[in-house]
């Protein structure tokens, strides 16, 4: 269900969308019925608006990915690269469900995802801006405005989740000139049901990632549970499976190239409507000092892990969310060299700059983009300023030591007054938090990775250091990584906070407790405590800068583009979103054509017999007994002089997609499943800043390869018995 004020018509407006470019809020959907019918999507748009109908009511998130429903017994179909972490939880040396895959062939087999795992159904969206912003006194101080935003949101946070079933949080569109309340029935009880081995669902490995073409199976299925009244519940051998409104129909004929196509999920974050200014700093500064510390922490756990099975099983799923991270800013720093968004940028503001100019009743927006300027960069100071203390608190243990120490302070204050974060609320996440690092955290890797960072931070200026930090850990200039972990090792033998039940015993303490503990690593979570509260303000101030000026700045973004018949959509906030395109391969350098399918013959063409191009031999056993019956296809419309022949594996979208969008659903006309969006071509990475029609490709695994590994590999008929498969 959708709420909206009517007053912002610039933000509703009908407008023509160039190519296939836009992160679309469901309520605007039906400002592009043209556009939609023209790719061939039939699914009414006030349906796509629509969260209480198919096939809206269907997409779900993780937190971090998305996912879709596919049965009425509450299974979910997401990445397998999304189910990492279930999958590694469940995992040993001994029984390493990463390397061999797992199927639950009856629902009491099915292994709890972990204490942390949810699913999320959004139920409604509520334009809320007039009582998050609209009342604000003309004359605020930078910090008193986010405190007076930051407590309008906890109190329409606190009205919506008046019924614990519901997670609710007040949300930023267009940069804080807008405010949308979201409310989520949130599915407490998440069990891996089905995940095919490593070598489908991450074949190629990080070697792969972004490239293409791309032969990956990234699937893998879990079920939400809720109590037998029906309602969401913490994990229950007697609870029963959810049983959602709708679930996705699953077309077993796919697309072909050119059809249009659908695609819903929960895109991280954007940045298309950022200065150019904040362009070159994360090329000149940002992006190349989070490479370097990723590859070092990346270089660390697998030198561990080599030596260590278990080691390289319990951070898994660390590194791996490291080396995508890696990748992409990588790719990202290659996409600027390629393509010039900073110039692009300029020339945006330029003629920005000169429309405002052109009309003196647009003076009102004169002011807006230096305003902008001044305040990013004393952004920009702050994020340099805090960079290398930052990571100097890299260990999983003082964070867990910082974090509960904060919610103790926290807890002094009445819970409507308390950071978001740590209120009431919360503490289940937090249980689940600290239950989930015995699952992945080892004392000798992460003394490692921290004195590694700590060495880093040493060698920076003075200014860059903070006194309470050395003093605590008995830091001085010069000391190597060696040294500090020679001084830092003891800690971890005489900490309480190296067990789940040592942490959660913390939960409950007060600050005079923390205050006269001997733990070394609560000592020095309390000892810098105070500098890390000055800090916040420091940074909540600016962040009340950019409230006042960023919202000012887009309005005037608006009225330009709108005045061009431009696109105008929020920039990606990890809500739900709908972007739509069609199948289509592109121009991946001079005289280089990339077609928008790959195949399972080409899959095994490129197996190797060691590394992370492995296959299963029941795969290629499968195929070259030609079993796949329904799912082989000769042609495909995307290359008639060279016919298909195979079972589709990957294929290319013009899609509008970025991080989080990972599981979304990719569905045909109708709004039937047909796909799973998994990555971007490595040529698309640089889309978070600017949108490149010619170019920019999402990549999905097809769902006939999904449909065919569970029929033919797997043998995972009890699964497709639950799904709604149709073929027209």
């Known amino acids: 269900m959708y709420k909206y004020a009517l007053f912002p018509a610039a933000l509703l407006c009908s407008v023509a969308a160039v190519a296939d470019e836009g992160q679309w809020q469901p309520y605007q959907l039906p400002q592009l019925q043209q556009q939609l019918s023209a790719r061939g999507i039939s699914v009414p748009a006030a349906d796509l608006a629509d969260l209480s109908k198919y096939p809206m009511n269907a997409i779900v998130s993780l937190g971090y990915c998305s996912a879709s429903f596919v049965s009425p017994q ?44 949810r699913l999320y159904v959004t139920e409604l969206v509520e334009d809320v801006t007039a009582k998050v912003s609209g009342a604000l006194p003309a004359k605020l101080t930078d910090l008193a405005r986010f405190e007076a935003i930051e407590n309008n949101r906890k109190q329409l946070i606190q009205a919506c989740e008046s019924d614990a079933n519901y997670r609710c949080n007040v949300v930023s569109f267009h940069h804080g000139l807008q405010f949308f309340l979201i409310k989520q029935l949130m599915i407490q009880d998440v069990r891996l049901v089905y995940a095919p081995s490593e070598s489908v669902g991450n074949f190629g ?27 969401p519940a913490p994990f229950s051998k007697d609870n ?20 249009g196509i659908l695609l819903a999920g929960y895109p991280g974050q954007t940045s298309r409507y950022r200065l150019a200014e904040e362009i070159a700093f994360a090329r000149d500064w940002q992006y190349p000092a989070s490479v370097t510390t990723f590859s070092q922490m990346i270089q660390t756990i697998d030198e561990f892990g080599a030596k260590d099975p278990a080691l ?51 003076k009102v927006h004169q002011k807006a983009l230096a305003a902008l300027k001044e305040v990013v960069s004393a952004e920009q100071q702050y994020q340099q300023q805090t960079w290398y203390f930052d990571n100097a608190k890299r260990s999983d243990l003082l964070k867990a030591a910082q974090d509960l120490y904060r919610l103790a302070q926290e807890r002094q204050k009445p819970d409507a007054e308390r950071e978001l974060g740590y209120q009431q609320r919360d503490l289940k996440m937090w249980q ?7 699952t992945s955290f080892a004392p000798t890797v992460d003394l490692a990775l921290w004195s590694q960072q700590l060495a880093v931070y040493l060698q920076q200026k003075p200014d860059l250091r903070i006194k309470a930090l050395d003093d605590a850990l008995g830091l001085v200039p010069g000391m190597t990584a060696a040294q500090i972990s020679a001084t830092l090792q003891p800690w971890y033998n ?41 800090l916040e303000q420091q940074q909540k101030a600016i962040q009340g800068a950019l409230l006042n000026t960023r919202p000012a700045y887009m309005q005037a973004v608006i009225a330009f583009n709108q005045s061009k018949g431009k696109p105008v959509y ?114 698309s990475i640089s889309k978070d800043w600017y949108f490149n ?20 590999v797997d043998g995972a008929q009890n699964l497709l018995d639950e799904m709604t498969i149709v073929r027209n």
């Open 74 to 117: 509450g299974l979910v179909v997401t990445n397998h690269h999304c189910a990492y972490g279930a999958i590694q939880q469940n995992s040993t040396a001994e029984n390493n469900l990463i390397a061999n895959g797992f199927l639950a062939k009856t629902q009491t087999e099915e292994l709890p995802a972990g204490p942390s795992e």
């Open 205 to 231: 490995g990080d070697i792969d990632n972004y490239e293409y073409p791309r032969h990956t199976g990234d699937y893998s299925f879990l079920r939400g549970y809720v109590g037998k009244d029906g309602k």
């Open 240 to 259: 029963v499976p959810y049983q959602p409104k709708f679930h996705l129909k699953i077309n077993a004929n796919g697309v072909k190239a050119g059809d």
């Open 312 to 362: 390289q099983v319990r951070y898994a799923s660390v590194v791996k969310g490291y080396n995508n991270r890696m990748k992409k800013m990588q790719g990202l720093l290659d996409g600027f060299k390629v393509t010039d968004i900073h110039a692009i940028k300029q020339q945006q503001q330029q003629e920005l700059a000169a429309w405002i100019a052109a009309d003196s009743s647009r």
């Open 432 to 438: 689940g938090r600290l239950k989930r690092l015995d």
């Open 494 to 534: 005489s900490t309480t906070l190296g067990s789940s039940d040592g942490r959660l015993a913390w939960l409950d303490k007060t600050p005079a407790e923390f205050a006269a503990s001997k733990d070394p690593f609560i000592k020095a979570a309390v000892a810098v405590y105070q500098q890390q509260i000055a």
């Open 570 to 683: 929020p920039d990606a906030n990890s809500t739900l979103r709908i972007t739509y395109g069609h199948v289509d391969g592109y121009p991946a350098a001079d005289g280089v054509y990339k077609t928008p399918f790959t195949s399972v013959r080409g899959m095994i063409a490129k197996q190797q017999p060691t590394g992370v191009f492995q296959l299963p031999a029941k795969l290629v056993q499968a195929y070259q007994a030609k079993q796949y019956d329904g799912y082989f296809y000769a042609d495909l419309g995307a290359t008639p002089a060279l016919p298909f022949n195979s079972v589709p594996l990957n294929f290319l979208s013009s899609a509008d997609t970025t991080g989080g969008n990972s599981g979304s659903a990719v569905m045909n006309g109708k709004g039937e499943l047909i796909g799973l969006n998994f990555d971007s071509t490595y040529e």
């Open 693 to 712: 029609p010619a170019i920019t490709r999402a990549i999905h695994v097809d769902i006939r390869f999904v449909l065919w590994m569970m029929q033919y």
